[in-house]
């Protein structure tokens, strides 16, 4: 039973102040705020000052050394660096800045990742892995991972309510790896890379994520960095990280909203931000973790594979390579579509003696996922009615999705003819923006104090077992926050109070994320109703929640103990993960040293 909800009054008038004035406060509340701190002596010139010390004294440790930033991005990953007051961003294999987001497994147990991973796909189609940033933090039974599964060559299995990537190692030997350790092997590439080019070790970075990215899918991105090596210092979100990159660019307005439009392989994000000078506020956030490149690739081979079995009679849809062949050449198609009116797509080969060769238009591709697109602009629409229905002064579009000129079109039209800002590379900006906030958290040289005020994307609800249900965080709300509850027990000698948490944006709270299930325990035993435990929800600044618990009558919070079911790797998983990446490692040392051996003799 909850009690009651605890008022704080911890806002001070200079985060009053910056909140009015960065979601556009009437003309008296900004009066109110300047009166209040004049006698206070607050400014705000100051005020930019006052944040930077505090962000700086709470932030900058010693022994970080390089702080990286990392983008994990569905379809591509890539890390930059800020040196000297200038981001670099890193390059490695063949001198490119990406790597793909695939990680392989051959059947001497090596293990690829990037480009050598991707390269293979069509012959080792069961061992290799993609779109793992669709599977991490989510359950099995997730519509969703259900949905995404029917697309992937690899085996996708249930342990413990969650999804499982089988790899066959051999014919007779079978291991399986949580999304976590998958990822964890992507961002050890990206670290260790990042490690060659800097000529010194890595332990530190920033990583950006979906905007819409939900508290299990942010914690599971620590874990995989921690099973990486790598203590993850800030999570971004990517639409937030490319904002931040735009006082480097000295071309934008210095004050106004920016509407941020993330589209890539995988994922949709968009928000609207508020900046005043080098200070960013996020006014609203949304977005779909599902809906991408990726989708857009899934209708045209749909298509094609029923136009091949009109023509054909054959059917693909269970040929892993006849697949892979399709997908790849599809993704190479989409991007043509983008500069020219019509494409052909012809594979020698194709599948049993047959080859395929089929023309497809700009239009039947934007006929095909048209629903898609209709999608994405109701999204747009619902994060004006969330922002209240302010302008954008300026647009910025991240992702390579962003490149097809349906959505060009139709973002232009929506804002009246505004073109989205030139000089912004689609493909790195958020990475160059999180490069940026690395430098200033890790206290780097010359390093921009560019201050990012972000929010807690998705509302927080609790319910009791008796049903009551109360809203925790509202969504749209400035992190870090913290809501304060005061429960109590229902019966006499109640020892344990359970609830539950649920995040989402759903009216009926069932049809929402189950963040989990907790249990206070270790309640004195007293008469129902005399019990007062007090509860402290709090959203960190990476977006994460966090609870402590205390006895308000003997002001005790040792003996509150809450126990949680939540989906999440235990300290003993992450630690064995870590080992088992370092005998991957190891191993696949081993494996390649006759081949560096013999490259050296042949040089």
Known sequence: MILYEKKEEHETALINRRRVMCRGGTKAEKQKYEEEEKQKNIHWTTTKTFYITRIKILTTKKGYGATIAIHFGTTNSCVGFLKDGNVEIITADQHKQFIP?????????????????????????????????????????????????????????????????????????????????????????????????????????????????NNAQRQATIYAGTIAGLNIIRIINETTAAAACLPTLNMTKKEGNILVFHLDGGIFDISLIKRQNDIFQVIATIGNTNLGGEDFNHRVMKYLIKLFKNKTGKDIRNDNQAIEKLRFEVEKI????????????????????????????????????????????????????????????????????????????????????????????????????????????????????????????????????????????????????????????????????????????????????????FELNGIPPAPQGIPQIEVTFLIDVNGILKMTAEDKRTTNSNNIIINSNRNRLSSEEINFMTKDSKKLADKDKKLKEPVDVKNELEL
């Open 101 to 213: 987001s695939y990680v392989a497994f051959l059947s001497n147990g090596e293990q690829l990742i990037g480009d050598a991973a991707k390269n293979q796909l069509i012959l080792n189609s069961e061992n290799t892995i993609f779109d793992i940033k669709r599977l991490i933090g989510r359950e099995f039974n997730d519509p969703i991972v259900q949905q995404n599964i029917k697309h992937y060559p690899f085996k996708v299995i249930e342990k413990n309510s969650k999804p499982m990537i089988q790899i066959n190692i051999s014919k007779n030997e079978q291991k399986i790896f949580p999304p976590e350790e998958i990822l964890a092997m992507i961002l050890k590439k990206l670290r260790e890379n990042a490690e060659v080019y800097l000529k010194q070790q890595v332990t530190h970075a920033v990583v950006t994520v979906p905007a819409y990215f």
């Open 334 to 517: 989409k991007r043509i579509l983008s500069s020219e009116y019509e494409a052909k797509i012809e594979i020698e080969s194709f599948f049993d003696n047959e080859n395929f060769s089929e023309n497809l238009t700009r239009a039947k591709f934007e006929e095909l996922n048209l629903d898609f697109f209709r999608l994405i602009m109701q999204l747009v629409e619902k994060l004006l009615d969330d922002a209240k229905r302010l302008t954008a002064d300026e647009i910025v579009f991240i992702g390579g999705s962003t490149r097809i000129p349906k959505i060009q079109q139709l973002i232009k039209q929506r804002f009246y003819g505004k073109e989205p800002l030139d000089g912004i590379n689609v493909d790195t900006a958020a990475v160059y923006g999180a490069a940026l906030q690395a430098g200033f958290l890790s206290g780097a040289k010359n390093a921009p104090a560019i201050i990012l005020f972000d929010i807690n994307p998705l509302r927080m609800d609790i319910q009791t077992v008796n049903g009551e249900v109360t809203e925790i965080i509202q969504c749209n709300r400035i992190i870090p926050t913290k809501k304060i509850q005061v429960f109590s027990t229902t019966n006499d000698n109640q020892q344990t109070i359970p609830f539950q948490i649920f995040e989402g944006e759903n009216q009926n709270i069932r049809d929402n994320h189950v963040l989990g299930k």
